[in-house]
């Protein structure tokens, strides 16, 4: 007589668990999107604020998928997309409309090397997900580290 194995964790008990991480992923890419509109609005502050939000959130997200147990490859990919937006796209766009639009195409070549460099920096950071160890998390500080490309 053949003993099953009980597993301790139904998959399918769970499943509700995944769109935790990902709803606060999600709210991180909104509050990204926003701080573009606000920044083409000329609402600074508010598209500023809406960066640091959006941080916060790109905080839990990772903590919240670790507790439940719930971390996909699908997640870090949409966590990363998130992150280009939110950090990249968002902040990029922001200091151009605030400060860099007087200088023409300098200004927008600067905007665009910041987003170039969170762009590479987060690909980095993908590719080199199966060959870190896991049981580190990912820092806070990593969507600000854009310049760290090497």
Known sequence: MKRRRKKSKDRKEFRGIYILPNLLTTAS????????????????????????????????????????????NFGVQYDSL????AFGVAPGLLVYLWALQPYGRFGWVAAF???VCG?????RFNVQI?????RWPRPWWLPLSCFTII
Do not use: H, K, Q
């Not at 508010?46 to 960066?51: E, F, Q, T």
């Not at 762009?119 to 690909?123: E, H, N, S, T």
């Open 29 to 72: 890419l909104f509050s990204g999107f926003y701080a573009i509109i606000a920044a083409i609005n000329g609402r600074f502050e508010a598209a500023a604020l809406a960066i640091l939000i959006s941080l916060i959130l790109d905080g839990l997200d990772g903590r919240v998928a670790r507790m439940t147990m719930s971390a996909s």
């Open 82 to 85: 998130a992150d280009l937006v």
């Open 113 to 115: 090397l910041y987003v």
């Open 119 to 123: 762009a590479l920096r987060l690909a």
């Open 130 to 134: 199966g060959s870190i160890d896991p």
